[in-house]
């Protein structure tokens, strides 16, 4: 995996496999804007991020924590939130 050093608004996202490279859609697909293959979502599309101390990937709707013995990825179950009321509001411009 392959991640942006940088500090600033996209630190520590993940990038795509292949090139190290944002992606984009094409044809409906996610593709790596270096080389437009097919990439997998969360590689290059801002929904995948390393935590700072490099230890847990975090994206949308999982999250993996790094086994520092076998320095593979783990997948860690995520429940999301009960849902309380829901308050519908009006927007005005």
């Not at 593979?72 to 429940?79: A, G």
């Amino acid at each position: 995996m392959k991640f942006l050093q940088q500090d600033g608004m996209f630190d520590r996202q993940r990038m795509t496999d292949c090139c190290g490279r944002s992606s984009t859609y094409c044809d409906h697909a996610l593709c790596c804007k270096g080389c437009y293959r097919e990439v997998e979502h969360g590689q290059g599309d801002g929904g995948e991020y390393l935590s700072p101390d490099g230890k847990t990937l975090i994206g949308h709707n999982l999250r993996y924590e790094l086994d520092l013995d076998t320095k593979k990825w783990i997948s860690v179950e995520i429940t999301p939130p009960t849902l309380g009321s829901v308050d519908v509001v009006e927007w005005v411009s």
